[in-house]
């Protein structure tokens, strides 16, 4: 069985949340879920981030169970493309959300495997009794110089550049995602997370938390609790699926 919680905050330092997440749990041994980070001001991201999440949950809405496992994939991609258009419209017709953007990383769980898709900054992370891997790719200045060696992972958690992304939905008129697949086994975690939550606790916090942090509701919500007693400066957004 699949099972699926999530939390967002506005953190301890941000006025508003711009973030947003949606779940659907769909049958016993299928779920998805979406996780977005907005941003362009104080109003836009906002804009952003749910305009996007209306847009791919609209889409997902139209597919029935089967369809959507003929071609995971193809979904997810589909599903993101839509919510760039969605985006990028909004963005060039009113003017209190032009330039406005957002992250989206997404799920879907099925028989064993993960099919996430990325854009942006926010993650996903496989999370097992052998440790925790990071799935996706971070679209950001700093990444591209960790992936050349330039940094160590340290120097990168610390860059001043880290929050730069190079990619994301409502930019541009097009957008390509990463798409990704994940073998899991009873007792994994699949986390979604936006930056605020990974740039506040470090993988082997992320790690302790979801393998002792007690069930995997309580340990949603612990992992959140944690980034705000640490003074997250951003919002903070955990999705956390659980095999068993």
């Excluded at 028989?111 to 052998?130: F, P």
């Excluded at 880290?162 to 990704?180: A, F, H, Q, S």
Aim: hydrophobic share 40%.
């Amino acid at each position: 069985m699949i099972f699926v919680w999530g939390v967002t905050d506005k953190g301890a330092v941000r006025v508003q949340n711009q973030d947003s997440y949606y779940l659907k749990p769909l049958r016993p041994d299928l779920a998805l879920a979406i996780v977005c980070d907005g941003m362009g001001g104080a109003r836009a991201g906002n804009v952003a981030s749910a305009l996007a999440i209306e847009a791919a949950s609209a889409y997902f809405e139209t597919l029935s169970d089967e369809e959507f496992l003929k071609a995971p994939e193809e979904h997810l991609s589909r599903a993101a493309k839509l919510a760039n258009k969605a985006v990028y419209r909004k963005s060039g017709q009113d003017t209190d959300c032009r330039g406005m953007g957002t992250t989206m990383v997404a799920a879907l769980l099925s028989d064993g495997k993960g099919y996430v898709l990325n854009i942006g900054d926010s993650r996903a992370y496989h999370i097992g009794g052998e440790g925790i891997v990071k799935v996706s790719r971070d679209h950001s200045v700093v990444e591209d110089m960790l992936y050349r060696g330039e940094l160590t992972p340290e120097e990168a958690r610390l860059h001043p550049q880290k929050n730069l992304i190079t990619r994301c939905l409502g930019v541009e008129p097009e957008v390509e995602p990463d798409l990704y697949e994940v073998e899991l086994k009873e007792g994994d975690f699949l986390l979604l997370c936006t930056d605020g939550l990974s740039n506040t606790l470090t993988d082997q916090e992320l790690l302790y938390e979801a393998l002792y942090g007690g069930s995997g509701e309580s340990c949603c919500k612990r992992m959140l609790d944690v980034a705000l007693s640490k003074g997250a400066t951003d919002n903070v957004t955990a999705v956390l699926f659980q095999i068993v």
